[in-house]
């Protein structure tokens, strides 16, 4: 079984700047990409950024290109979401996600590992 703790959410002022911590524990050998997904009050969750376990590829939302930056630490099992430029329609649950196979993709499904959200909250 694989552990997935989020961290770092928080409420910052638009145009402010956060970064959440996605740490893993437990057999996270056999785990391959990590995302981060969000949902807002009323909407469906979506897709935010991944990356690969190698770090060679990443993949954004159309939403948070330019603004997110995903990175990761594989000697801590970490995995971050620098947010900056943040804008109030990025007011969210942030959920992590790891997948339990090879791959990379934007959709839930597709990821078997989750934690219990951070809530990330931008004000006007």
């Known amino acids: 079984q694989v552990h997935v703790v989020e961290s770092g959410g928080g409420l910052v002022q638009a145009g402010g700047s956060l970064r959440l911590s996605c740490a893993a524990s437990?057999?996270?050998?056999?785990?391959?990409?990590t995302g981060w997904f969000r949902q807002a009050p009323g909407k469906e969750r979506e897709f935010v950024a991944a990356?690969?376990?190698?770090?060679?590829?990443?993949y954004y939302g159309d939403s948070v290109k330019g603004r997110f930056t995903i990175s990761r630490d594989n000697a801590k099992n970490t995995v971050y979401l620098q947010m900056n430029s943040l804008k109030t329609e990025d007011t969210a649950v942030y959920y992590c996600?790891?997948?339990?196979?090879?791959?990379?993709?934007?959709?839930?499904?597709?990821?078997?590992?989750w934690g219990q959200g951070t809530q990330v909250t931008v004000s006007s």
């Open positions: 990356i690969s376990r190698s770090v060679i590829r990443t």
């Open positions: 437990g057999r996270t050998f056999n785990t391959y990409g």
């Open positions: 996600a790891i997948r339990g196979a090879y791959g990379l993709g934007d959709s839930d499904s597709e990821y078997d590992y």
